[in-house]
């Protein structure tokens, strides 16, 4: 049988073994460079806070196909906390102003009255500025094609390009950000409802993928860095991991679904390198402090942008957390923070900082131009991975779709049967 090779156990690794193992049609080896599944998703159990944590906060929304697609095809779709509407609470530290951006789900719920924008904003300035952004030329920025300040700036476009990007509006790319607006805000309230993840990312995404991938047969190996691929001509015809060389015959592939600056250092190509990191704080704090608050909470003016909660844990994230003052600083701003926005009294149970380096690439103009494409020019080798050429930005959107997009690419180079079998 046909072999596939596929290196790296991210989320685009595992949904194009998934594929491949139920196809039937060829024998899966997923390389996995360390000892776990998930790449950059994941969750383990925090001594400190004696819980189960994720390595960062994702917000899906439920117009994230793919997403919901993968959880439906493992079984953890019951697992998913969908909102009943697509509304999300913010809260600006600045003044203590309190507000809902609710989503309306079609024209008319739109009639009704269900719309709420952030004070301040009107609906024809927001049409305006969408009308830009869907219009955006590659080269421009957030900030470039917006042009103009004032509410809808602080309140909408700031936070959402720091939530979407990873960047801010004056160096995030504003082709990215109009790609998922039009798969969750353009589609209506329908498509904007807040998703989070009760039981963690790792129970929820990664490992039922992992296990049913195992259980059809795929075979997996771990800490398998892979160091060189050897190629002739357009083939290739071994993959060098650190302790053995692996040979190809002619009808297997490869799908290099590894991190953007790794995929091009083994093909010599040039590659999106410069990696955005995400802050993460994570508070565990009395159930009884925050029963009642909402799951996800949007924050302004602060060191905070989003507050997670999940059970007696309070989860923050700052996206292109870049420079900031000590662990023990930013631990303490961002709990003041957290308190006066759920309004707790006294110091957290426990407390856990963590600082992904390089959460994502740079949504940058020049850096999105630096993506790699999926084909690769090699007959026997695609790529995978939310940094591989995609309308998306860097998420787990992006990171299913394109595992499942190699995986076709895979499986439709699959040799003809021959007449009689």
Known sequence: MRRVHIVGAGLSGLAAALDLARSGA?????????????????????ARLDRLIDNGN???????GAVLDHCRRIGTFDLLDIAQDAALPFHDLAGGAEWTLRIPDGPVDLLRGRMALPPDVGAGGLVADLARLLTADPTRTVAQT??????????????????????????????????VLRRTLLKGG????PITMPHGLGPTLIAPA?????ALGARVVWRAPLRAIDRSGDTVQALIFDKTRVPLDPQDAVILAVP?????GLLGRSAPTDGRPI?????????????????????????AQWIFVRGDVVSVTVSAADAHGSARADAARLWAE???????????????????????????????????PMHTGLRNLVLAGDHVVSPLPSTLEGAVMSGRASARAVLGTLPEPARGS
């Open 26 to 46: 060829v024998e899966v080896h997923l390389h996995e460079a360390t000892g776990r599944a998930g790449g950059r998703c994941w969750s383990f159990h925090d």
């Open 58 to 64: 994702h917000l899906v929304l439920s117009g994230n």
């Open 146 to 179: 917006l042009r103009r300040r004032g509410a809808a700036w602080d309140r909408l476009w700031d936070p959402l390009s720091l939530a979407v990007l990873n960047e801010p509006p004056d160096t995030g790319s504003a082709v990215p950000l109009a790609a």
């Open 190 to 193: 329908r498509a904007c409802r």
């Open 210 to 214: 992992l296990r049913m991938i195992e």
């Open 260 to 264: 953007a600056e790794i995929a091009g």
């Open 279 to 303: 802050l993460n704080a994570h508070f565990r704090v009395p159930a009884a402090a925050v029963a009642g608050a909402p799951p996800v909470i949007g924050v302004l003016n602060g060191l």
């Open 338 to 372: 957290v308190a006066q926005v759920l309004r707790i009294e006294g110091e957290p149970h426990a407390t856990r900082l963590l600082r992904e380096t390089a959460a994502t690439f740079a949504a940058t103009p020049a850096s999105l131009a630096a993506r790699l």
